[in-house]
């Protein structure tokens, strides 16, 4: 299999760069928008997260 | 969201999520600590989750651990290191001791202060009021700076840390402090990759 490692690189540079620009859309997010609204939006996000653990652990002790 | 520079003290009015619970319950039980790292870009909205939350606590004696220990484990937390006392207590001097509820993660990683920027964090935390809760967090500046420095272990998350509290906070943050740890941590060509 070829690999085109410069491609690679280049991808991983343009991901990262996309990546911070919405870290700086979503820092302004938070500061124009009220806390309710965004932490709602964030809970969405980590409370799926921690339930998600519970869940596998639930399955494990049922198997 | 108020910052209130002068007074070291943040409003939110957030709505609290599981990890937030999670925090809030631990933080009552250490007569004092500080959270840094990751949960207080977290805490401040930053859109991602996480596996564990640092708190920082200073030197205390056997007794006093003891004390604690018995007040984590009667509000349902557990050790995941050690269910002994005393071991845990030795370990707290070469490394932090994990706490959970129900299941591993998340959990609290707690931190004896051990050097000049653990005890710059303490003495100068910030308190953040939510609702009737309070929760005691990093300076914003020390916070950045501290952020940048792990990020040069090309680790993309903490420069997303960082760059978030930047964003949100640049306005009142204290620009020469920031400039300081900045110089002091040495992660100038981090810090440009940010502003």
């Known amino acids: 299999m ?31 928008h009220s806390d309710k609204e965004w932490s709602r939006q964030q809970n969405v996000l980590i409370d799926s997260q921690i339930e998600s653990a519970h869940n596998l652990v639930k399955k494990k002790v049922e198997k | ?9 943040i409003t939110l009015d957030r709505e609290l999520g599981k990890l937030d619970r999670f925090v809030i319950d631990f933080c009552k039980l250490p007569k004092e600590y500080v959270i840094v790292s990751g949960y207080v ?19 205390m004696g056997f007794h006093e651990f003891e004390d604690l220990w018995k007040r984590v484990y009667g509000a349902g937390f557990e050790c995941i290191n050690t269910s002994i006392v005393s071991e845990a207590f030795d370990m ?26 653990d005890e710059y964090s303490f003495r100068n935390r910030i308190k953040v009021k939510i609702g009737k809760e309070a929760l005691y967090v990093s300076p914003l500046e020390m916070q950045i700076a ?5 990020s040069q272990g090309k680790n993309e998350k903490d420069l997303e840390d960082a760059k978030h509290l930047y964003n949100l906070f640049k306005e009142k943050l204290n620009k020469d402090e920031l400039l300081d740890f900045v110089n002091k941590l040495d992660v100038k060509k981090e810090f440009e990759k940010i502003i």
Do not use: C
Request: without cysteine; glycine residues 2%.
């Open chain 2, 41 to 59: 870009s977290i805490l401040f909205g930053r859109s991602r989750a996480t596996e564990d939350v640092d708190l920082l606590f200073p030197k």
């Open chain 2, 146 to 150: 501290y952020k940048l420095f792990l």
């Open chain 2, 1 to 9: 969201m108020m910052y209130d520079e002068n007074k070291r003290e």
């Open chain 2, 92 to 117: 707290l001097n070469e490394h932090a001791i994990r706490f959970y509820k129900e299941i591993p993660v998340p959990n609290i990683e707690f931190k004896m202060i051990k050097n000049n920027l």
């Open chain 1, 2 to 32: 070829n690999i085109n490692l410069e491609e690679l690189k280049s991808d991983r540079q343009k991901n990262s760069e996309e990546r911070m620009k919405f870290v700086e859309f979503w820092a302004n997010y938070v500061k124009t």
